[in-house]
């Protein structure tokens, strides 16, 4: 017995086929419709990117470059703030669990919503950064720091070291001299420089 088709019709495009399938892609498009988009992506602007090193107009900041997918990260441009939130400490000694040395924005949540009652000053002062209403700025893992040094060295100050928020044991965690390019650690309770980056996500 031949399947009984229907047709469905919708901006001038006309589609047929098996009953049974038309309803199930009609379903799926209205559930498309329906759900929100993903939640924390912000979609990569229309507009082209600015030069690597130069202001990106609405973005919070200076146009890092594009940094390719790694691991529950999706690729993204990399916005540093137009400059610097201070000298700072890292702060509370004592192994933090959690922490990478790509992935800046996960270790700031962590830093920031920790609840040992010790408190994380470079960490802190990233998280509260704002800039053309973007309240998502983060302190960078090492390697994005690094990143930054291969791609803009310049939007930095060359004679200082920088904190990333990658620890190197309980009692220090990685900082970056971008005069020299070198990567380097420093005592939790130094004051060094701090500077918020944050995301553009490119959408798949």
Known sequence: MKAKTISIEADGLKIKGPAERMIHLLAASMFAQALPPAANVQPAPQSPAPEIGKPWPGQGGINGGFVH???DVPAHYLIIAAKDVGSLEWGGRGEVKGLSKTDGYTNTQVLIGNDDERKYPAADACAEYQAD?????????AAEL??????CPEVFAQDCYYWSSSQRSAYSA?????GVGS??????DSERRV???????IEA
């Not at 690094?146 to 791609?151: G, I, P, R, V």
């Not at 990685?174 to 971008?178: E, N």
């Not at 990567?183 to 939790?188: A, H, L, P």
């Open 133 to 141: 209403g973007h309240h998502d700025f983060y302190l960078p893992a």
């Open 69 to 71: 997918a790694r691991g």
């Open 183 to 188: 990567q380097s650690s420093d005592g939790k």
């Open 174 to 178: 990685f900082t970056m001299y971008f």
């Open 146 to 151: 690094y990143h930054c040094w291969l791609n």
């Open 195 to 201: 500077r918020p980056v944050r995301r553009i996500l």
